[in-house]
């Protein structure tokens, strides 16, 4: 090989290399840290599973971490869940069960089944909604299937479910109200009170804007509703720059395949 070769072929390796490093650090800062917990939580998540009728098994601390977290902090599902390991997904969206209430759960029931269609959370924890572990989520699903933004998710769902013809038929079963009938049944034989519905969803919905109603618990202080908006303000400018960095990235990478195709052919 002639010393021009040679040097030609160290040139092209110099350029690559140096394209992959300025690709690996664009991607540090394009790719945020998904699932941004903190040490002691994915202590407790790693600690921490599921019962065989998908109840949450954690000790007391353990617990404490994990539910405290979901409730106030747990926005969108996919966000804080899609980098963990599935058994800790799971274990984590058990605690946000748990721990939201009324129309706040009723919100983030519909996020989890929406991002679920998307592919953004399996499809298993579809049934973790349907048929909650918690006691006092029992039949909230069948008792609200008049909301619309739910209808709307559930009737999305029913694809996904071919494989499991009993998804199917209760999800039907749901959207038809007869779901609720059975629920309010099953509630009257045991001497249950049953759940009621959530009362002028569309009226509440009005005061209430997308991101505080998905994050804000009922006894949540004034000083955190406030901050809300500027919290979603900021996820909305964070997002932004995530994808314009990523554009970046892909920018770089084509720019600097088509240098190396145009130094080749020379």
Not at 15 to 36: E, H, R, T
Not at 98 to 113: H, M, W
Not at 150 to 164: I, N, W
């Amino acid at each position: 090989m002639s010393p021009k070769a040679i040097a030609n072929t160290l040139e092209e390796t110099r350029m690559k290399y140096s394209l992959l490093f300025l690709i690996f650090l664009l991607m540090a800062f394009a790719l945020p840290a998904v699932a941004q917990l903190s040490q002691p939580m994915h202590d407790a998540l790693s600690r921490s599973q599921l019962g065989a009728n998908a109840e949450l098994l954690a000790t007391p601390e353990d617990r404490k971490t994990i539910s405290d977290y979901a409730k106030t902090h747990l926005v969108a599902p996919w966000t804080e869940l899609k980098a963990l390991p599935p058994d800790q997904q799971a274990v984590l969206l058990q605690a946000a069960i748990e721990q939201k209430k009324g129309l706040t759960y009723l919100e983030f029931a519909i996020a989890v089944f929406q991002s679920i269609t998307t592919g953004e959370l399996p499809k298993q924890f579809g049934q973790m909604l349907l048929s909650p572990a918690a006691s006092d989520k029992e039949g909230f699903i069948p008792i609200n299937f008049a909301d619309e933004k739910l209808a709307k998710a559930l009737r999305q769902l029913v694809p996904l479910y071919d494989d499991a013809p009993e998804r199917v038929v209760f999800i039907e079963k749901v959207l038809s109200g007869k779901a609720r009938d059975e629920y309010l049944e099953w509630s009257s034989l045991q001497g249950v009170q049953p759940i009621q519905p959530i009362s002028n969803i569309g009226e509440t919905r009005k005061k209430l804007s997308p991101s505080i109603s998905t994050t804000v618990p009922a006894n949540s202080s004034p000083a955190h509703k406030s901050a809300q908006p500027k919290q979603a303000a900021a996820s909305a400018n964070h997002l932004a720059s995530r994808l314009w960095s990523i554009a970046v990235v892909l920018i770089v990478s084509a720019s600097g395949l088509l240098l190396l195709l145009i130094k080749k052919r020379k």
